[in-house]
């Protein structure tokens, strides 16, 4: 590990080296099985730039034994990385028309590579806009980057939280609340990652507007274990999330996310 | 200059309603400025009036006896502020207060309720529109109750 940033509280994000000199190649969206020796492996999706994967980042929200290792790790601890692994956002096929990125809680992790690629290429869309939606101010993550992307004039950047303090001085409510009025249902491919319920809000509320389910990505978070589609874990019906996801188009998984017990 | 009949035909919570129908809830509306910080009511006091947001965003709060401080929503532009003045005993049940300058069509509550009153076709084309603001406010409020971003079991 090279560096280790405290994002919010018990959110960490991890760069990270490869011991080998190997850079890792991913596609933004996939993810990495990670862990500390000794400790169980967890997957996390990589939240760095594609365009750099010399260096590989991790954004990681403590909730357990495994995770709460992961962001106790100093610069010089080794990390295992097995991966990356699944189907990306493939963000290329928005390419010339608009982008709107809709994450939920650390659900902005999984996603920060496809906007990173967006704005890396930023002449190859149109309009690009970002929802993003936290608990608590506290708990928003790469603050300063959202600072950032706020600043330039061809980004849209809308925060909302649950509560907060009297001083905040942005949006309370839910993230289905900010999103624009006037989608162009012919042109936007959406992208949504965070809790499956906001997911589902958020897809229904851009297929309520016109938008075609299949414009619409969202990216699965399960028990993933072997990462290759062998030991089951992660399969929800037919799909292994590990391989046919994590991200699929809302049309494949409407239906699983609207059943009860998954 | 704007006629507030204009004004509310531009806002989108009026949104289809007939030019008969602005014309007669117009005449209980002002046009009002609020600066940042301004407080459009407060917990407790006569629910005598409502806003419809032009521009601008206005926080609403929930102050415990301690003076803490909790914003539970915000409003903003095409958004009604203030739900208690249409239900008895009619004090509101929050603060409001402006989080930036606010321009807002200010209703006088008592005004508006002898309008719907008495004609009930006015009252319920305006029902309709405060009916989406509770439906949405209150389905807001329950899936934040399940704190979906809140940490959940894992590994």
């Known amino acids: 590990m090279r560096d280790n940033t405290v994002e919010a509280p018990q959110t960490h994000t991890l760069l990270l080296e490869p011991s080998d000199g190997v850079a890792l190649t991913f596609a933004p969206g996939q993810f990495t099985m990670l862990g500390r020796p000794g400790h169980a492996e967890i997957p996390i999706s990589v939240s760095g730039a594609a365009d750099h994967p010399e260096l590989l980042e991790h954004t990681v929200r403590a909730v357990g034994d495994a995770s709460a290792a992961l962001i106790d790790a100093r610069p010089g601890d080794v990390v295992l990385v097995r991966g990356p692994y699944g189907r ?43 929802v993003y939606g936290s608990r608590t101010p506290d708990q928003l993550i790469f603050q300063e980057e959202l600072e950032r992307w706020r600043g330039r004039f061809d980004v849209d950047v809308a925060v909302t939280v649950d509560s907060a303090t009297p001083g905040w001085r942005g949006h309370v409510g839910l993230v289905t609340s900010l999103l624009p009025r006037d989608v162009d249902a012919d042109s936007t491919m959406a992208f949504v990652c965070g809790p499956e319920i906001m997911m589902r809000l958020t897809a229904d509320a851009l297929v309520d507007a016109e938008l075609p389910p299949g414009q619409v990505r969202v990216s699965m978070e399960r028990n993933m274990k072997c990462g290759i589609g062998l030991c089951g874990h992660c399969q929800l019906r037919e799909l292994f999330i590990c391989v046919d996801g994590p991200v699929f188009g809302y049309q494949r998984v409407r239906s699983l996310l609207l059943g009860r017990g998954l | 200059m704007k006629s507030i009949e204009q ?46 947001l032009r521009t601008g965003r206005v926080a609403l709060e929930i102050v415990d006896s301690g003076g803490h401080g909790m914003i539970v929503d915000t409003v903003q532009a095409g958004d009604l502020v203030g739900l208690a003045w249409l239900v008895p005993p009619y004090r509101w049940d929050l603060d409001a207060r402006a989080v930036e300058p606010v321009n807002a069509v200010a209703f006088d509550a008592m005004c508006l309720r002898t309008k719907c009153d008495k004609d009930p076709r006015v009252g319920y084309l305006l029902m309709q529109r405060v009916a989406g603001t509770m439906h949405d406010r209150i389905r807001s409020a329950r899936v934040r109750l399940l704190d979906v971003y809140g940490v959940p079991g894992g590994s």
């Open chain 1, 88 to 130: 990306g956002w493939e963000i290329a096929d928005a390419e010339g028309g608009d982008v709107l990125i809709v994450a939920g809680g650390i659900g902005l992790a999984p996603l920060r590579p496809a906007i990173l690629e967006v704005l890396a290429h930023r002449e190859r869309y149109g309009r690009v806009t970002l």
């Open chain 2, 7 to 52: 004004l509310l035909a531009e806002n989108p919570f009026f949104e289809g309603l007939d030019d008969e129908t602005l014309t007669t809830i117009a005449g209980c509306a002002q046009n009002v400025h609020l600066r940042e910080g301004e407080t459009l009511f407060q917990a407790d006091d006569l629910a005598d009036q409502c806003f419809v």
